[in-house]
């Protein structure tokens, strides 16, 4: 069988149409790298994002040590930074821009200005060999990040060198993808815009917050289509979908007097008759809906506060009236709107619930502190069957592992501020 490499045209072409697609940035950051080591059939990488001097670890990729984790999981995120300098392969790559190509990672001359840490191949049984390090620049000339892409296989599996061929392509590669990125940062950018109205209001809506939601919703949203065995074609588009509907989920509290919003005690019946409206509100701003994402996004915002009992709200009523929540399109027997109830709630209403409610109640707020991890999940399992849909709730629990990292990745500002640097010892080897 001839060791000749196909020409890549074609491909990168094809890989060009589908990244234009996605629209969340953090699911295009995943899919980049995924589509890299495909066509430079590569064992591993990371991609990093910048910072102002630093480069951001926001996903590994391994497929060798993802074939010893139980189906449907991933490897664990990390939230560990390096340095722009000249001291590690991607800081050097960012800051020359230039594209690094190492043979054998263990054995880079002397006379190079950086050096490999071998603690993660250490912590985890796998050698770094090959090394392809490409900075990722925008066509403004921004540095925007690195993708680093480890351990080139041949057809039996055995690690190559990357090559000069490898090189070109991954750089034009790389190009396209740091346009698409682009484009969703922006996207990102205006969501959370939009969000910051509602924070300026609001003060339990920040930035972090909505980006946690989102970033649970996606991921258990992926577990139960996983559990369902639906395609990974659909699971990836939905999730991309769902990710940037779940960051919009309370933009409707917009609409709401500062007197409630505000209120550090408890609402009166009334008081809470007013919130409730903010669930139609949001559902309003996407009525003349231009796609998927307005689609969900109206599906969310007015759903997310139903049970799977039938206890939530608003239930069937008139979004446009004066008063919603007491303008019913539907009556209830004994009186009121009829409220929707099991599978009759929308898919992304169902799992922002268990999203929002664990992030706020394991959250600091204004009026509360947050509660202990062991409580928050005993009550969110107490309310499987009740307030939540039971599968989703499942979903949840499998992936908590990842729902922990999310929520280390988007810590409340106080958090932050507070936050030690991350120990040397949890970064990669690149």
Not at 85 to 101: C, N, P
Request: hydrophobic letters at 40%.
């Amino acid at each position: 069988m001839s060791s000749k490499k196909p020409d890549y045209r074609d491909l990168i072409f094809q890989i060009d149409s589908e990244l234009a697609k996605i629209q969340d940035a953090d699911i295009l950051l995943e899919r980049i790298l995924l589509e890299a080591r495909k066509v430079l059939n590569a064992d591993a990488g990371t991609i990093y994002v910048r910072e102002g001097d630093q480069l951001v670890f926001k996903y590994s990729q391994n497929a060798t040590l993802e074939k010893r984790l139980p189906p449907g999981h991933k490897l664990p995120m990390s939230n560990a930074r390096i340095p722009i300098d000249e001291s590690r392969v991607a800081g050097y790559a960012a800051k020359t821009r230039q594209v690094i190509r190492i043979e054998d990672a263990y054995a880079i001359p002397e006379d190079k200005p950086y050096k490999f840490n071998p603690s993660f191949d250490k912590q985890n049984g796998w050698k770094t060999k090959s090394i392809l390090a490409q900075p990722l620049i925008s066509s403004s000339g921004n540095l925007v990040g690195v993708l680093s892409i480890l351990n080139a296989l041949d057809e039996s599996g055995e690690v190559l060198p990357f090559t000069a061929q490898d090189e070109k392509i991954v750089g034009h590669f790389a190009s396209s993808a740091t346009d698409a990125l682009e484009r969703a940062f922006m996207t990102r950018a205006i969501i959370l815009r939009m969000n910051k109205m509602a924070e300026m209001r609001d003060p339990k809506e920040t930035g972090p917050h909505v980006n946690r939601v989102a970033g649970y919703a996606a991921e258990i949203y992926d577990r139960w289509a996983f559990n369902r065995g639906i395609p990974e074609q659909e699971r990836e588009r939905t999730k991309d979908t769902l990710k940037m509907a779940a960051m919009l989920h309370d933009v409707g509290k917009v609409a709401i007097s500062d007197l409630i919003l505000k209120k550090p005690a408890r609402f009166t019946p009334e008081e809470y008759q007013i919130m409730q409206a903010h669930t139609c509100f949001g559902a309003k701003l996407f009525v003349d809906p231009q796609s998927e994402v307005d689609l969900i996004s109206a599906d969310v915002a007015l759903r997310h506060h139903e049970n799977w009992d039938g206890t939530g709200y608003p239930g069937m009523v008139d979004i446009w009236a004066e008063d919603p929540i007491t303008s019913p399109l539907e009556c209830a027997p004994e009186g009121g709107a009829r409220k929707l109830k099991g599978e009759e709630i929308p898919l992304g209403g169902r799992i922002v619930a268990v999203a929002d409610v664990y992030d706020a109640l394991i959250s600091r707020r204004v009026y509360k502190e947050p509660w202990d991890s062991g409580k928050v999940l005993d009550e969110i399992r107490s309310m499987s069957g009740t307030k939540f849909d039971p599968e989703i709730v499942t979903a949840f629990f499998e992936i908590l592992p990842r729902i922990e990292e999310i929520r280390s990745r988007y810590p409340d500002k106080a958090e932050a501020e507070a936050k030690a640097e991350p120990s040397p010892a949890a970064a990669k080897a690149c």
